[in-house]
């Protein structure tokens, strides 16, 4: 089953598999009841009507003092999303050196509103969080656990920041599930919410590593890191892209 078909994550990765950019019409309606009802950034109660007059020309939704301190929230937390994905980049092709992977290309990472930006990055954010738990018992080196770890807790913040954004329970998973201990993910899993986002790995090691605890192995610590790394590129290039666009 594929994580993006459920009705509490994004479906807006799902619509990109197939070639789009964004959520269909009907989609799109379902996120505006859903959000119109009441996110929070912050603390402070946001309509979706506000983060859309957001991103139009003439700044329609900006009508009061109080809407925009929230649309200010927002984009201070967009922007520092953005720059947590662009140094997790960097840290990675640090502990790898010459095993680094090169950059992937992508496709699809633009996305149409707003509100399609918001799910996407709920769906890509809650991949990350459930991709490091699932890689971590196979790390072999503990200098790499203690990295990727630090990094699988910045991602686990930003998904629970999207997913009180999109009025959801703050630890539900990419499935929809409200859970007390985080799910680990299969690569399998991770492959086919991530997979269609990329079009090439410009000749770099295949998205996968021996997931078993009991083969450990600094070879086998490269593949893990490589794989977090190709999550970490697309991450960082797709809030580059949408960031600056809506924010």
Known sequence: MNPYHTPETAPALASAAAGGTGPSPQTRRSFLQRLTVGATVAGTGVAL????????????????AREREMLRRARVAFNDIRR?????????????????????T?????QRNVVAFVATSQALENTGV???????????????????GSIALIEARHASFLNNLRDVRI?????????????????????????????????????TFDPDPANRSPA????????????EYLESDYYNINVPRFF
């Open 130 to 148: 459930g991709a490091y738990l699932g890689a971590a018992p196979a790390i072999n080196n503990p200098a790499y656990l203690a990295a990727a």
């Open 49 to 64: 009507t506000s983060l859309a007059g957001m991103a139009s020309a003439d700044g329609r939704g900006r009508d009061s």
């Open 106 to 110: 992508f496709q699809n990472l633009a």
């Open 220 to 231: 086998n610590d490269i593949a893990i890191l490589n794989f977090a790394l190709a999550l």
């Open 171 to 207: 630890t539900t998973n990419l499935f929809g599930t409200e859970q007390n201990f985080e799910t680990p993910f299969t690569i399998a899993q991770v492959v086919a919410a991530a997979g269609p986002m990329i079009r090439s790995l410009n000749g770099g090691p295949p998205l």
């Open 84 to 104: 947590h994905e662009n140094a997790h980049v960097p840290a990675l092709v640090a502990l790898l050196g010459v095993n680094a992977r090169p950059k992937p």
